[in-house]
């Protein structure tokens, strides 16, 4: 199965991306009258995503008249948008690094650590997820731990479908206990099943890293929110509440024989 393009990470939107699929299975230049016929748009609208997909080369045009047509370029082109993508992201990263460097040179810049902060939508729990990263590349022995629903595990990485990759990256371990087998582990990373029999699983993942715990739920209109509490004694107990569970489990291989 092919993974899902995330269109967004070059700029575009879903109505950008159906304007170019329009143009692309047409066999001729489109008028934009055209294709906001096909495309079921205002005009005004499909006008402003044919603007942007022509300055990132995605469309070409002609004139025939006093008509300006449209056609799709090369799918090829996403992959160089893709690459440049990349490449503007690595250098916000040497960028940041420096940045950082000169605040570290000019005093100290810890920031005292509050005792709770809340997060709610998918923009801000992928802000927290972000805090998991930076949280774990700091410590000793860069593992955190993680317990999971099933059913709640979709709606957190949407805004942030590259953490696992990112994590792996940074050399991040992560020791997890679902609910429900997830089939292939992914890379650093240890898996085990907690059986609820004829329980249903809670909506809840839990996220215990650093000297953090991080809560996370959904509202009843399936939008995430999560809390994540700063301290040390607190994070202690509920690390060592879950080492003890997850010694009293059998590994995802053994549990299948």
Not at 129 to 136: F, P, S
Not at 138 to 164: E, H, N, Q, V
Request: aromatic residues 8%.
């Amino acid at each position: 199965m092919s993974r899902t393009f995330d269109y967004n990470l070059i700029g575009l939107s879903l109505r950008d991306i159906r304007v170019y699929e329009a143009l692309l299975k047409s066999q001729e230049t489109t008028s934009v009258r055209s294709i906001a016929e096909t495309t079921n748009m205002n005009r005004g609208v499909v006008f402003e995503s044919i603007k942007k997909l022509t300055e990132l080369g995605l469309l070409g045009s002609n004139q025939r008249g006093k008509q300006k047509r449209f056609f799709a370029n090369d799918p090829n082109v996403l992959k160089g948008l893709v690459r440049a993508r990349q490449d503007e992201l690595l250098r916000s990263e040497q960028a940041v690094d420096e940045y950082i460097a000169s605040l570290k040179a000019h005093g100290k810049t810890a920031v005292p650590p509050q005792f709770a902060a809340m997060y709610e939508g998918e923009e801000e729990i992928a802000a927290l997820l972000r805090d998991v990263l930076a949280t774990v590349s700091a410590l000793p022995g860069k593992s955190y731990c993680i317990i999971s629903a099933a059913d709640i595990r979709g709606y957190l990485y949407r805004k942030f479908s590259s953490f696992t990759r990112q994590r792996v990256k940074l050399g991040l371990h992560v020791r997890s206990i679902g609910t429900k087998s997830s089939g292939e582990a992914a890379p650093l990373s240890e898996r085990k099943v907690l059986p609820l029999d004829s329980l249903s699983a809670p909506a809840c993942y839990v996220i215990i890293y650093g000297n953090k715990v991080a809560q996370i739920s959904l509202h009843d209109n399936l939008v995430p929110y999560g809390i994540v509490t700063h301290n040390q004694e607190l994070t202690r107990l509920q690390q060592l509440l879950f080492d003890r569970l997850w010694d009293s489990l059998p590994s995802e291989s053994d549990d299948q024989g």
